[in-house]
């Protein structure tokens, strides 16, 4: 029988896992912990994909300084070989500063790839001319990205994986990347990076108030960015049917008429019902429809073309679950239905009336 697996791309690092409380040797607990990508693992183990692996590679000083600043870049180095705490929340252990820069330059390099899916390739240099054909790709990114902002690490992150490699895209000649970010918490380190660019279209949905406390509907984006940075926050408790609503009226809609050339999903599991940092309830399921109608974005505009790159997601049944059932939706195109409220939630119509300003929505 003819394999009919899809093919993506994955990157994936044992390096990573030493970024850990207290250093391999002397590990700690923090919700931060190698583990998530154990259980991350599992979820591609069980994918029924065909995985072509992308090693990860440091990232390059002037990929980093697309949004870090110099100095903050340069200030990691003091980190190396050293254990402590950046912020209450944000740790490094000896190996920590490795470990986001091959995070970042996997991020990078999953771009490439994807991006790369355009040209075409000869088999040892002669013979037909083969498309390269994975269109889709996971990075298990450790430690995650979204919160670090240009100058300061923060919220567990250290350096800003997702806009590393929007920036990337944008090098190599893309002029719109969208970011979707459906981790529980803002993106704010994201959201500031491109908050004056039309050549990001940044759209979060959130639990808020809630850490780090950006993330308000009206906040759209500054001079030629105007309009380009779409927040959905969602108070706490919200599950499958209110996130569908949010995706159908606000997400979906601006994401179509935005028509991305590559889409990037900050794909973090902490709004899982399970999780124990945030407050929201999700179902697995929801995390695969979310995958699966941002794959028909891809297809309508990309080629096809998108990533899912590890941000939080504490409770590891709960990441292992909503990870599997996302490359469902976005590598296979598979996914369940899920629960549709009855009449629009009051904060999905409070972030309609501020999207309305720029885009085509409600």
């Given at each position: 029988?003819?394999d009919t697996?899809?093919?993506a791309?994955?990157?994936?690092?044992?390096?990573f896992?030493?970024?850990?409380?207290?250093?391999?040797?002397?590990?700690a607990?923090?919700p931060?912990?190698?583990e998530?990508?154990?259980?991350?693992?599992a979820?591609?183990?069980?994918?029924a994909?065909?995985w072509?692996?992308?090693?990860?590679?440091?990232?390059?000083?002037?990929?980093?300084?697309r949004?870090?600043d110099a100095?903050?870049?340069d200030?990691?180095?003091?980190?190396?070989?050293r254990?402590?705490?950046?912020?209450?929340d944000?740790?490094?252990?000896p190996?920590?500063?490795?470990a986001a820069?091959l995070a970042?330059?996997?991020?990078v390099?999953?771009v490439d790839?994807l991006?790369d899916?355009d040209?075409?390739d000869?088999?040892n240099?002669?013979?037909?001319v083969r498309p390269v054909?994975a269109r889709?790709?996971?990075?298990?990114?450790?430690?995650p990205g979204?919160?670090?902002?240009?100058?300061?690490a923060m919220?567990f992150c250290?350096?800003?994986?997702?806009?590393i490699?929007?920036a990337?895209?944008?090098?190599r000649?893309?002029?719109?990347?969208?970011?979707?970010?459906?981790?529980?918490?803002?993106?704010n380190?994201t959201?500031?990076?491109?908050?004056?660019?039309?050549?990001?279209?940044?759209?979060?949905?959130?639990?808020?108030p809630?850490?780090?406390?950006t993330?308000?509907?009206?906040?759209?984006g500054?001079?030629e960015?105007?309009?380009?940075?779409?927040?959905?926050?969602?108070s706490?408790?919200?599950g499958?049917d209110?996130?569908?609503?949010a995706?159908?009226?606000?997400?979906?809609?601006?994401?179509?008429?935005y028509?991305?050339?590559l889409?990037l999903?900050?794909a973090?599991?902490d709004a899982?019902?399970?999780?124990?940092?945030?407050?929201m309830?999700?179902?697995?399921?929801?995390?695969?429809w979310?995958g699966?109608?941002?794959?028909?974005?891809a297809?309508?505009?990309?080629g096809?073309?998108?990533?899912?790159l590890?941000?939080?997601?504490?409770?590891?049944?709960?990441?292992?679950?909503?990870l599997?059932?996302?490359?469902a939706?976005?590598?296979r195109?598979?996914?369940?239905?899920?629960a549709q409220?009855?009449?629009?939630?009051?904060?999905?119509?409070h972030?309609?009336s501020?999207?309305?300003?720029?885009w085509?929505?409600g």
């Amino acid at each position: 029988m003819q394999d009919t697996k899809p093919k993506a791309w994955l990157v994936d690092d044992a390096r990573f896992d030493a970024h850990v409380l207290g250093g391999p040797e002397h590990p700690a607990y923090h919700p931060e912990r190698p583990e998530r990508l154990v259980a991350a693992r599992a979820a591609i183990a069980e994918s029924a994909v065909e995985w072509s692996t992308v090693p990860a590679r440091n990232a390059a000083p002037e990929e980093l300084v697309r949004v870090h600043d110099a100095a903050y870049v340069d200030s990691l180095e003091s980190l190396r070989g050293r254990s402590g705490y950046v912020d209450p929340d944000t740790y490094f252990a000896p190996r920590s500063v490795e470990a986001a820069l091959l995070a970042a330059g996997g991020a990078v390099a999953l771009v490439d790839k994807l991006l790369d899916a355009d040209v075409t390739d000869r088999v040892n240099g002669a013979g037909p001319v083969r498309p390269v054909s994975a269109r889709q790709g996971v990075a298990l990114l450790r430690p995650p990205g979204h919160h670090a902002r240009a100058h300061q690490a923060m919220g567990f992150c250290l350096l800003n994986n997702v806009a590393i490699a929007a920036a990337h895209a944008i090098a190599r000649g893309k002029r719109r990347v969208l970011i979707v970010d459906w981790d529980v918490h803002h993106g704010n380190g994201t959201q500031e990076m491109f908050l004056r660019s039309p050549e990001v279209l940044y759209l979060s949905l959130h639990q808020f108030p809630f850490y780090p406390g950006t993330g308000a509907a009206q906040e759209t984006g500054e001079g030629e960015g105007r309009g380009f940075t779409v927040n959905v926050p969602l108070s706490a408790g919200g599950g499958d049917d209110v996130y569908r609503s949010a995706f159908e009226q606000t997400v979906l809609p601006v994401a179509m008429e935005y028509a991305p050339d590559l889409v990037l999903v900050s794909a973090g599991f902490d709004a899982s019902l399970r999780d124990p940092l945030g407050q929201m309830r999700l179902s697995p399921e929801a995390f695969g429809w979310m995958g699966k109608k941002l794959r028909d974005v891809a297809d309508a505009s990309a080629g096809g073309k998108i990533g899912l790159l590890l941000e939080g997601g504490y409770d590891l049944v709960g990441l292992q679950a909503g990870l599997a059932a996302s490359i469902a939706g976005v590598v296979r195109g598979e996914a369940a239905d899920i629960a549709q409220s009855a009449e629009t939630p009051e904060d999905v119509a409070h972030a309609v009336s501020y999207a309305r300003r720029g885009w085509k929505v409600g």
